[in-house]
């Protein structure tokens, strides 16, 4: 890997990585639709050389390409809100394989653990059937379908790195976000799901590290790859630890579905996570021996210490 260029950069997953290839000294290109978010996040890594900023619709194609000045690398970590997961995610692909292909650019594409649905493993490995039982689910592994499609060259055959929930000073858009940001905050928040069933987290620039060790492996791609956290852990115990990080106690109330369908009457999105509330109830966990096995030793932040660098992260950019 020589170049590499970062699609939804300023994203919870693209600010990791894109962070984690500038560390290795490899010359990216953070790709997204704000200059000032880009420069934000060029503020927070760091003046670097080796950093260039982009912006371009990941929609478009040519954009693409022409933000990628030869990249032989993308990473797609851009994302669609649940709620507009259907129509679009699968043109959003569409258009990064087209961008690729034409590149003659191998792809990293960021996913999660929805084409799966019920859990039919203890952990789950690649290998675990996919049988999504709800429309994300399905639309997920539409998508699956369409990036290893025979349709692009060998060459730009992806590799899909799959993370569970996760966490970090730059996520956005996972279950915990909200939580974390009114914790930082000092505010009363909710928690997605019940508190009490011990869950798999990952921590985002751990993710970022192990999705980078992946990447680099010429025979990864074409393959699936999972990213386990380092253990599961209760919301319960995680709000616990936030708390003791941030020093204030306030009220977090957990969320089920009719809490959720009432707030969906006014948020598209909460909305939508509904359906997915299974997920907080039979927890999938992700094996990480393909990752063992192939690539090397897992290594992992612990919970403690990467939910209080998270909280003080999110505590530093409210200005707490």
Do not use: C
Request: cysteine-free; glycine content about 8%.
């Amino acid at each position: 890997m020589k170049k590499a260029i970062v699609l939804g950069a300023t994203g919870g997953v693209g600010n990791p990585l894109t962070a984690e290839l500038v560390k290795r000294g490899i010359e990216t290109i953070a790709f997204g639709r704000s200059m000032t978010k880009l420069n934000s996040l060029a503020e927070e890594i760091g003046s670097s050389p080796l950093l260039k900023l982009r912006t371009g619709d990941a929609f478009k194609p040519e954009d693409i390409i022409q933000a990628a000045e030869g990249a032989d690398v993308i990473f797609h970590s851009a994302n669609i809100p649940y709620n507009e997961m259907e129509s679009r995610l699968l043109p959003l692909g569409k258009s990064v394989m087209q961008a690729a292909q034409r590149l003659n650019a191998r792809v990293v594409v960021v996913d999660g653990i929805y084409p799966y649905g019920r859990r039919r493993m203890e952990k789950a490995t690649e290998e675990h059937p996919k049988r999504p039982h709800t429309r994300k689910g399905k639309t997920r592994l539409a998508y699956e379908e369409l990036l290893f499609s025979a349709r692009w060259k060998p060459r730009t055959r992806p590799l899909i790195a799959r993370l569970p929930d996760y966490y970090g000073p730059s996520a956005q858009a996972s279950y915990l976000s909200v939580t974390m940001e009114a914790i930082a905050a000092g505010k009363p928040t909710a928690f997605i799901g019940n508190m009490t069933v011990p869950r798999e987290y990952v921590y985002l620039p751990d993710a970022a590290r192990m999705i980078l060790d992946i990447a680099v492996q010429e025979e990864a791609y074409g393959q699936n790859w999972h990213i386990p956290g380092p253990g599961v852990i209760s919301g319960r115990d995680l709000v616990r630890i936030a708390q003791e990080a941030s020093g204030s106690r306030k009220a977090v109330i957990p969320l089920g579905r009719i809490g959720l369908s009432l707030i969906g009457l006014f948020n598209p999105v909460m909305k939508e996570v509904v359906e997915m509330l299974y997920l907080t109830e039979e927890p999938l966990v992700l094996s990480g021996e393909k990752y063992e096995r192939l690539i090397g030793p897992l290594s992992w932040t612990p919970h403690e210490e990467a939910i209080k660098e998270t909280i003080e992260g999110l505590m530093e950019k409210q200005g707490v």
